[in-house]
DNA sequence: GCCAACGTTGGC
DNA sequence: GCCAACGTTGGC
């Protein structure tokens, strides 16, 4: 089966695909939606595509791509009292949070803002640009991510 | 900083 | 199960 692509959001501010270049990989954590949950343990497989897209920031868009390198497990920042993330209904027996592991790929060659994807007429189905679209998880078709790929200076998604 | 859109919570 | 109140997201 075509491996699936996804866009998921993180604000720079909190962590950057630079971030991610620096750490190689990451677990994803912090995610606290079920529908974004359950895209993550039901529906992301090793070696889906991820466009990462810069949420909150200036400008938003489309920084570059990674990809999932371990399956979803469950999110240890709900255990954890100190973290923002703490969730107190979840016990290690029954977690309510999961995450996968992602790896860096590629920092787009230039980078693709949010009012770029807004005016392609060849991404007006994609669901980041849709008002209120707040899931951090979406799925992407492969036209779509092929579009930005090249949008972002790359031949294609590879 | 504002606020529209959406998700979650909790009283009933 | 309904829905008002509240909290969060995220563009602008």
Known sequence: MEPQIW????????????????????WWEGV???QARNFMT?????????LFYHSNAEPSGVAGLA?????ASPDKTQFDKASEYFDPKSTPQKPNWFCVQVKFEKV??????????????????LLVIKRGQRLSIQTV???????????GGLEDLR
């Open 7 to 26: 866009l998921m959001k993180s604000e720079p501010e909190v962590y950057s695909i630079e971030n991610l270049k620096r750490d190689k990989k990451t």
């Open 32 to 34: 606290r939606n079920y």
């Open 42 to 50: 039901q529906k992301m497989k090793v070696g889906d595509l991820i």
């Open 67 to 71: 990809r999932v390198c371990g399956e």
């Open 108 to 125: 787009f060659p230039s980078f693709v803002p949010l009012t770029t994807l807004k005016t392609d007429p060849r991404l007006q189905e």
């Open 141 to 151: 078709r492969l036209s779509e991510a092929q579009h930005i790929c090249r949008l």
